[in-house]
């Protein structure tokens, strides 16, 4: 069956660095968008990220643009969300999601048929 395992969670200070691993196994990955997204406590889960198949092109939410990077590994059937100067706003539950309607938005999560369990990120000092 498809299975999305998130790692490389944790908790670290206001302008510090995580990076997301999210790796994938029983679905063809290639022909998959990829995205990831976050949920915190008392709000609707959110667009993070989101990246093509052939990883050549990305989307971001405003609120990240320039601070986190999302990549693709084809090849070992991994994404990554690279984040740099992490901002409290920034806790949240992380989900990575497979999608593969290509018809449908990648910004909305009911475009996405699979997803991991998640994986907490907390911004405190």
């Known amino acids: 069956q498809v299975q999305l395992v998130e790692s490389g969670g944790g908790v670290v200070q206001p302008g510090g660095s995580l990076r997301l691993s999210c790796a994938a196994s029983?679905?063809?990955?290639?022909?998959?968008?990829m995205g990831w997204f976050r949920q915190a406590p008392g709000k609707e889960r959110e667009f993070v990220a989101g990246?093509?198949?052939?990883?050549?092109?990305?989307y971001y939410r405003d609120s990240v643009k320039g601070r986190f990077t999302i990549s693709r590994d084809n090849a070992k059937n991994m994404v990554y969300l690279q984040m740099n100067s992490l901002k409290p706003e920034d806790t949240a539950v992380h989900y990575c999601?497979?999608?593969?309607?290509?018809?449908?938005?990648?910004?909305?999560?009911?475009?996405?048929?699979?997803w991991g369990q998640g994986t907490q990120v907390t911004v405190s000092s």
């Open positions: 999601a497979a999608s593969s309607d290509l018809s449908r938005s990648i910004y909305r999560d009911g475009s996405f048929g699979y």
């Open positions: 990246i093509s198949r052939s990883g050549g092109i990305t």
């Open positions: 029983g679905l063809p990955f290639s022909t998959y968008r």
